[in-house]
C-alpha cells in the first residue's frame, strides 16, 4: 500500500502498531457487540475454542510474514495483550458506569468482577460477612457483579 494513500497521522506507525490498534478495536467491539449481551458464563468452551483457532491462525499469519517463530510468537503475545487489555479496559467502565446496576452501593471489586463474591463465600463467615456489608452500605447491597 503506497503511503501516500494514508493520513499523515497513520504513516509514522508501523504496521505492528497499526495490528495491535486493530486487535485493540477487536477487543472493544467484541464486548460491544457480543459478551454484553447475555450471559456467556455457559459458554466457556466455546470461547476457549474459537479463542485457540484464532491464535493458530494469527500465528500462522505472522509466521509466513516474519519466516522465524520468535519475531512472529512475540508480535503474536504483542497483539493478544493488546486485545486483552481493551477488552478488559472496556468490560470494567462499563460495569462501573454503564451497568444496570450500576447504582447499587457496595465493594468496588464486587461491581467489576465475581471473585469477591466467590473470595467473600468460600470461608463459614459468609452470613455474617454479609450483614456487615448490609451494615455499612443499606439495605441493598451488590456483592456481585450482575
Not at 512472529?72 to 467502565?93: C, E, G, M
Amino acid at each position: 500500500m503506497s503511503s501516500t494513500l494514508l493520513p499523515s497521522s497513520f504513516q509514522d506507525l508501523s504496521g505492528s502498531q497499526i495490528q495491535c490498534a486493530l486487535a485493540a478495536t477487536c477487543g472493544i467491539l467484541s464486548h460491544v457487540l457480543y459478551f454484553i449481551h447475555g450471559e456467556r458464563d455457559l459458554q466457556p468452551l466455546r470461547i476457549l475454542i474459537v479463542s485457540m483457532i484464532a491464535q493458530i491462525v494469527l500465528s500462522t499469519y505472522f509466521f509466513s510474514l516474519c519466516g522465524a517463530f520468535i519475531p512472529s510468537f512475540t508480535h503474536t503475545i504483542f497483539v493478544d495483550i493488546s486485545f486483552l487489555t481493551a477488552i478488559s479496559t472496556s468490560i470494567i467502565v462499563y460495569r462501573l458506569a454503564f451497568h444496570r446496576l450500576r447504582h447499587f452501593p457496595g465493594p468496588f471489586w464486587s461491581k467489576v468482577t465475581k471473585a469477591y463474591g466467590v473470595v467473600l463465600s468460600r470461608n463459614t463467615r459468609y452470613a455474617h460477612d454479609t450483614a456487615e456489608l448490609h451494615h455499612q452500605y443499606g439495605d441493598y447491597v451488590r456483592i456481585g457483579r450482575s
